[in-house]
């Protein structure tokens, strides 16, 4: 069964376990999903995309305005996957979505008037990914890192944080990848915060960049950071830390174990390396796919390991952070977004040795 139609077949599954005669699609993770990977966004800013899909048991349409179907025709290629096309004009793209579902009794992944709301549905379908989707993430994976490599390794003492999310964003773009998140931090703000936005900061020894990228509608995640001169050895004990956190989340995180296992196992690493807490001061990371993190974990998630799911973890402790991102094999796990030649940690869990990726030191 080809990807599209194991992905037609779970959506018709929903209208037969809802009653439901149609489902509408606007989200542009969800039109990326449904179509093994077109996009329809147009403004990264906006949850929903520039055209619509309409999936009944039988047909299956494409609804856009004037503006967008020239390029979704020619350049996704829908109607060669079998979608119909639906085109309206700018100012009346409402008018037509009425009058294809006029009469059906609906489920939407975002508010439509008398549908029912099936969006908290998507986060666990599209994390349920396909091998097709796997190696297209194989792919995106090496394009981060390729990006982050390449940014990372062309930074300098002066420039400011808003120059180095340039120099990243440039390279995210040269490879096709949108970079859909890009935090900097340079010198004490990497210490202060764990969500930072670029500034005019100016770097004088230490920086973190942080990458989220988009292509085929699937996100990778991945975290590096850089240090001019000798790192004080407070620091590297923290790096050293995440490291063994992050460690412990990758070699937890395996087919058949509750995502809510996982979580408390490796809080466990957090205890030991003398930082119980850090855990609270931010998110710890989770499910990926066609956002950055599906799922987020926590200590209840209910959610099951599955092979072929992504991964992307990043424990925290102030200063310093580890993350990359991961996919679920049977026999073992893969890193998608490793940087070859990049210094690491080795870190043995249960017998088995873990590399993470160490503060890069330039001297």
């Given at each position: 069964?080809?990807?599209?139609?194991?992905?037609?077949?779970?959506?018709?599954?929903?209208?037969?376990?809802?009653?439901?005669?149609?489902?509408?699609?606007?989200?542009?993770?969800?039109?990326?999903?449904?179509?093994?990977?077109?996009?329809?966004?147009?403004?990264?800013?906006?949850?929903?995309?520039?055209?619509?899909?309409?999936?009944?048991?039988?047909?299956?349409?494409?609804?856009?305005?004037?503006?967008?179907?020239?390029?979704?025709?020619?350049?996704?290629?829908?109607?060669?996957?079998?979608?119909?096309?639906?085109?309206?004009?700018?100012?009346?793209?409402?008018?037509?979505?009425?009058?294809?579902?006029?009469?059906?009794?609906?489920?939407?992944?975002?508010?439509?008037?008398?549908?029912?709301?099936?969006?908290?549905?998507?986060?666990?379908?599209?994390?349920?990914?396909?091998?097709?989707?796997?190696?297209?993430?194989?792919?995106?994976?090496?394009?981060?890192?390729?990006?982050?490599?390449?940014?990372?390794?062309?930074?300098?003492?002066?420039?400011?944080?808003?120059?180095?999310?340039?120099?990243?964003?440039?390279?995210?773009?040269?490879?096709?990848?949108?970079?859909?998140?890009?935090?900097?931090?340079?010198?004490?703000?990497?210490?202060?915060?764990?969500?930072?936005?670029?500034?005019?900061?100016?770097?004088?020894?230490?920086?973190?960049?942080?990458?989220?990228?988009?292509?085929?509608?699937?996100?990778?995640?991945?975290?590096?950071?850089?240090?001019?001169?000798?790192?004080?050895?407070?620091?590297?004990?923290?790096?050293?830390?995440?490291?063994?956190?992050?460690?412990?989340?990758?070699a937890a995180t395996r087919p058949g174990r509750k995502l809510?296992?996982?979580?408390?196992?490796?809080?466990?690493?957090?205890?030991?390396?003398?930082?119980?807490?850090?855990?609270?001061?931010?998110?710890?990371?989770?499910?990926?796919?066609?956002?950055?993190?599906?799922?987020?974990?926590?200590?209840?998630?209910?959610?099951?390991?599955?092979?072929?799911?992504?991964?992307?973890?990043?424990?925290?402790?102030?200063?310093?952070?580890?993350?990359?991102?991961?996919?679920?094999?049977?026999?073992?796990?893969?890193?998608?977004?490793?940087?070859?030649?990049?210094?690491?940690?080795?870190?043995?869990?249960?017998?088995?040795?873990?590399?993470?990726?160490?503060?890069?030191?330039?001297?």
């Amino acid at each position: 069964m080809s990807e599209l139609d194991l992905k037609l077949g779970r959506v018709r599954g929903l209208l037969d376990q809802h009653s439901l005669d149609a489902l509408l699609l606007q989200r542009a993770d969800n039109f990326a999903w449904a179509t093994c990977g077109a996009g329809s966004s147009v403004n990264t800013a906006d949850t929903n995309g520039a055209a619509l899909l309409l999936i009944t048991p039988s047909r299956r349409y494409v609804i856009t305005d004037n503006i967008e179907a020239p390029r979704l025709r020619a350049e996704e290629h829908l109607e060669a996957q079998g979608w119909e096309f639906r085109v309206a004009p700018w100012f009346e793209r409402s008018a037509a979505v009425a009058s294809l579902t006029h009469g059906l009794k609906m489920g939407a992944d975002h508010a439509y008037g008398g549908a029912t709301d099936l969006s908290g549905l998507f986060p666990s379908l599209r994390a349920a990914l396909t091998a097709d989707e796997g190696d297209r993430f194989r792919a995106l994976g090496k394009m981060c890192a390729s990006s982050m490599d390449a940014a990372i390794r062309a930074i300098r003492p002066g420039m400011t944080e808003n120059e180095v999310a340039g120099l990243l964003a440039g390279e995210v773009l040269k490879r096709g990848v949108q970079p859909i998140v890009i935090l900097i931090a340079t010198d004490e703000r990497v210490f202060r915060f764990r969500h930072p936005l670029p500034t005019g900061n100016r770097l004088q020894r230490y920086a973190m960049l942080v990458l989220c990228g988009r292509k085929w509608g699937l996100v990778c995640s991945i975290t590096r950071l850089i240090y001019f001169g000798s790192m004080p050895d407070d620091l590297r004990k923290k790096a050293e830390a995440v490291a063994r956190v992050d460690a412990h989340f990758m070699a937890a995180t395996r087919p058949g174990r509750k995502l809510g296992d996982v979580f408390l196992e490796a809080l466990g690493s957090y205890r030991t390396a003398g930082f119980p807490d850090e855990w609270r001061l931010h998110h710890q990371g989770g499910l990926a796919g066609y956002a950055p993190r599906e799922i987020i974990a926590t200590p209840q998630a209910e959610g099951e390991v599955v092979v072929g799911q992504v991964y992307a973890w990043n424990p925290s402790i102030a200063g310093t952070k580890s993350e990359d991102t991961m996919l679920v094999g049977e026999q073992e796990n893969e890193v998608l977004t490793t940087i070859p030649a990049w210094p690491a940690i080795s870190v043995t869990v249960n017998g088995c040795v873990i590399q993470r990726p160490a503060i890069l030191e330039v001297t």
